[in-house]
C-alpha cells in the first residue's frame, strides 16, 4: 500500500510507515496486549482487516495495532461488537470528509486569489469577485491600477 508522494513533507512519510503491514499476527497481538484468536475473530467481524501476504498470513500495519487498542478500549467500556464496527465506520468516514474539505478548502484558497498589478508594477493579491464576497479589510485596488484576469486555460488551453 505505499505509494510515492512527493513534495508533501516528512509527515507523509510518518503516514506512509503507519500504513506498512510489516507485523505478523503474534507480535500485532502482542503490541496491542491481545491474544492472536481475537484478532483473527475481529478480522472475520471486519472490525480490524490486515493485509495479506501471497500465502494468505495477516500482516498488520501500525496504525492496523492502534485501531486494535482502540477496539479494546470501546469493548472495555461495555460497547459490543456491532457497536464498535458501527463507531469505527463512522470515524473512519470522518476521517475521509476531514481530508476532502481540507483539499477542497485548499482548491478554493487556490481560485480566489487574484492578482492585480499597479502602474508602479507592484503585485497585489486580492480576492475574488466571482469567489467568496471580499473579506473586510482586505485591500482594494485604487483607481490607477489595472486589473487583468488570467485564467489557466490561457496558458494551457
Known amino acids: 500500500m505505499s505509494r510515492r508522494r512527493t513534495g508533501q513533507g516528512l509527515a507523509f512519510l510518518a503516514e506512509d510507515a503507519?500504513?506498512?503491514a510489516v507485523y505478523v499476527i503474534s507480535v500485532a497481538a502482542d503490541l496491542a496486549g491481545m491474544h492472536p484468536q481475537t484478532l483473527r475473530q475481529y478480522d472475520r467481524l471486519g472490525l480490524v482487516s490486515?493485509?495479506?501476504?501471497?500465502?494468505r498470513g495477516r500482516r498488520y500495519s501500525y496504525r492496523d495495532v492502534e485501531r486494535l487498542r482502540r477496539v479494546q478500549a470501546l469493548s472495555q467500556?461495555?460497547?459490543n461488537l456491532?457497536?464498535?464496527r458501527r463507531i469505527l465506520e463512522l470515524e473512519r468516514q470522518v476521517e475521509r470528509l476531514e481530508h476532502d474539505n481540507r483539499l477542497m478548502r485548499a482548491?478554493?484558497?487556490a481560485v480566489e486569489r487574484v492578482f492585480a498589478a499597479a502602474a508602479d508594477g507592484e503585485v497585489?493579491?486580492?480576492?475574488?469577485?466571482?469567489?467568496r464576497s471580499r473579506r473586510a479589510g482586505s485591500p482594494r485596488p485604487a483607481?490607477?491600477?489595472?486589473?487583468?484576469?488570467?485564467?489557466?486555460e490561457d496558458?494551457?488551453?
Do not use: D, H, K, N
Not at 497585489?124 to 469567489?131: I, N
Open 18 to 20: 503507519a500504513e506498512r
Open 50 to 55: 490486515p493485509a495479506r501476504t501471497s500465502g
Open 77 to 79: 467500556e461495555g460497547v
Open 82 to 84: 456491532e457497536g464498535i
Open 107 to 109: 482548491r478554493q484558497a
Open 124 to 131: 497585489q493579491v486580492l480576492p475574488s469577485r466571482y469567489g
Open 143 to 152: 483607481r490607477e491600477q489595472a486589473l487583468i484576469r488570467i485564467e489557466p
Open 155 to 157: 496558458f494551457y488551453g
